[in-house]
Structures are given as structure tokens and as C-alpha cells.
């Protein structure tokens, strides 16, 4: 389990970290804990959550995420071995984050989700915390193949809006790194312009440096690729992919229609992101692809999104212990020329099908 420098920062994070989303309601606090002993006597020693986990978002279950890692720390007494991110939610309308009432980043609002989460994972400060998407009105995940309109600033009839600058969101992080409750700062679900902002604001002096970016990236979600990519190397600023397995679909057990008693489709109905049109063929083709390689496609696409230059952590989630064996063993994997090839002659034809 080789490490890898995240940004410019002295930390070294393992390959694979590991995602934690469904803790709390898919899994329990023993399948969390079991969960974390896997992935760390593998070598892992990167785990990620967020303020809204377990997903989907409910004001019953929010935060659980957080209290099993705690617990599963405190029983261990290992805090000093785990490289720990979580994550601010952005610009939401469901009050229960912040007692029955709207929440966006401004310094009342950060500083109370930061301070929950600490609580709830048993530490005073986190190694990374992340904002989970931006504040402003722009598509889900930032990186579309299209859209509609550019966001603006501005109302109709050119009013402002009440969109927080990043500098001044940027102004609370710099106060977190001083106090100490976090070490760095980074982004999630965010544009090339938002990460050069963020950036240029630091630039400034005005807050942290970005260190990440938790932006979905696999087999049939390649747009980080169009403009990210360049940004990020060029700037170090290290690429976190999450749903490396497109939600499940590329794992092979939804081919064919398929819904599995138990699954998060058929459970949650939420796969709507990965249920576009033509989206089913794509993920049918890659799924064969790697069963033509002689792999399990969960493998395939695993060891597909670790081989690429410009990823730092692969972030795995899983429900069970046998799914997550399966998504640590794909470093083990050698990715080939041919591979990349066979990958690349799809990715021509369909393109993007989930942005």
C-alpha cells in the first residue's frame, strides 16, 4: 500500500482511503469497526467522512458516521495513526444541521459544524477538513458536459444575491488552522474556477492553501479529466476521487436491469445520477471489458482509477467486508497498456454518461 504526498502538506496518505458514508444506516457501528480493521491491518491510514453521513441525508441519522469513527478511536486508542477528513456541507435549505434553520458558509456556521464533528469523532482536530460542495448555484458535482446557463452573482434584475465570497469563507478556514482544529483545507464537488479562486485567495494571504479536491471520478465519469487535471497538477493540489464504482454500477451486479435485494438502488432509489440514457450500455460494456481482462469489473474499476497520474487517494466505500477485500486488493493490480486502450475505445464512443 504505497503512500502519496497530499499537496503540498507533510502528509502521506495511503493509496486507498477508506469511505464511510454508509455507516450508520447500511451498516452498523460493528460493521464500521470491522470495517476499519480490515482496511488498516492492509497498510490503509486515510479515513473520510462528512458532517451529513450516513447517506441518504436524514435529520434521525446524521452524524452516526462520525460517533462510530470516534468510538471505533477511542477503543483503539490509534488517533495518532489515522490521517482523519470530514467535510462542511455547503449551501443547504435542511435545517438540521444548524437547529431548524438554513445553513451556507459563513463563520457561525462553520465553526458550529466543526465543532460537532470533533465532538462526535472524540478528537480536537481534523487532518483535512473539506468544504462538501460549493455555495454557489452551479450543477451537482461541478464538473457537467453541459450547461444551461453560467451562474452569476446577481438576481434577474441584477440585484446580488446573498452568496458568500470565498474570501470570506476562505477568512474562517484560516482561523480553523490557527486555533488547531484542523491541519488542512480542501474541496469537494468543485469547478477549475472555484479550486483557482480558492487558490488565488490564499495566494493573497487571506486563508489555507487548498490541499484536495473530493471530485467523482470512474470509468464513465472521466470530466475531471477536461480541465481539473491540468489545474491540479500543476498547482499540487491532490484529486480524492469518491464513486470510483459509479454508486454500485460498475460492479456488474446492477447488468441487465438487475436490482439485488439489499443494494442502495433498490433500497434508497437515489441512482438517478447513473441511470441517464444510454448509461446502462456504457456501464454493460466496461463491466464485460473487465471480465474480459480476466477481473471482477468492482476490481477493474478500482485499479483503473488508482493507476491515473493525477489521483492521490482512491476513496473505496463498501457494505461488506468481502467488497471492501475486493477494492484493497485493486493496487495489487497491474494496470496495462492494453487496459488503457481497450478503456480509452469506449470512453471515444459514449463519452460521460454520468457527470
Known amino acids: 500500500m504505497h503512500k502519496r504526498r497530499l499537496g503540498r502538506t507533510d502528509l502521506l496518505v495511503t493509496q486507498i482511503c477508506l469511505g464511510t458514508m454508509t455507516w450508520g444506516q447500511q ?29 441518504p441525508p436524514k435529520a434521525e441519522t446524521q452524524g452516526r458516521t462520525e460517533k462510530i469513527i470516534g468510538s471505533w478511536m477511542k477503543a483503539n486508542g490509534n488517533r495518532d495513526k489515522v490521517i482523519l477528513a470530514s467535510k462542511v456541507v455547503g449551501r443547504t435549505a435542511n435545517g438540521w444541521f444548524r437547529g431548524d434553520r438554513p445553513s451556507q458558509l459563513v463563520r457561525a456556521d462553520i465553526f458550529d459544524a466543526i465543532d460537532k464533528s470533533l465532538t462526535k469523532l472524540g478528537t480536537d482536530y481534523l487532518d483535512l477538513y473539506q468544504i ?3 455555495e454557489r448555484d ?34 474562517v478556514f484560516d482561523e480553523l488552522v490557527k486555533v488547531g482544529k484542523i491541519r488542512h483545507f480542501g474541496l469537494s464537488n468543485e469547478s477549475s474556477w472555484g479550486v483557482m479562486r480558492f487558490l488565488a485567495d490564499a495566494d493573497k494571504g487571506i486563508g489555507p492553501r487548498v490541499a484536495s479536491i473530493q471530485n467523482a471520478y470512474n470509468l464513465v465519469n472521466r470530466t ?4 481539473l487535471a491540468e489545474v491540479c497538477e500543476r498547482e499540487q493540489v491532490s484529486l480524492l476521487p469518491y464513486s470510483p464504482l ?24 437515489r441512482g438517478q445520477r447513473y441511470e441517464t440514457p444510454n448509461a446502462a450500455e456504457a456501464q454493460l460494456e466496461y463491466n464485460e471489458l473487465a471480465r474480459s481482462f480476466g477481473l471482477e469489473p468492482a476490481l477493474f474499476a478500482n485499479a ?37 486502450k481497450a478503456v480509452d475505445a469506449i470512453h471515444q464512443r459514449v463519452g460521460n454518461p454520468y457527470p
Open 132 to 134: 462538501h460542495w460549493p
Open 246 to 269: 459509479a454508486q454500485g454500477y460498475l460492479t456488474g451486479k446492477y447488468d441487465h436491469g438487475a436490482r439485488p435485494e439489499g443494494s442502495r438502488t433498490q433500497l434508497f432509489n
Open 138 to 171: 452551479i450543477p451537482w458535482g461541478a464538473n457537467p458536459t453541459r450547461v444551461g446557463a453560467v451562474p452569476r452573482r446577481a438576481d434577474s434584475a441584477g440585484a446580488p444575491t446573498d452568496e458568500t465570497p470565498i474570501a470570506e469563507t476562505l477568512a
Open 304 to 340: 483503473y482509477v488508482s493507476s491515473r497520474p493525477f489521483v492521490t487517494s482512491n476513496i473505496v466505500g463498501a457494505t461488506t467486508l468481502a467488497q471492501l477485500d475486493m477494492a484493497l486488493s485493486s493496487v495489487d493490480v497491474v494496470w496495462t497498456e492494453e487496459m488503457q
Open 224 to 227: 475531471f479529466e477536461v480541465n
Open 27 to 55: 451498516n452498523t457501528e460493528a460493521d464500521g469497526h470491522a470495517q476499519m480493521d480490515l482496511a488498516f491491518s492492509r497498510g490503509v491510514n486515510f479515513i473520510d467522512t462528512a458532517e451529513l453521513y450516513p447517506i
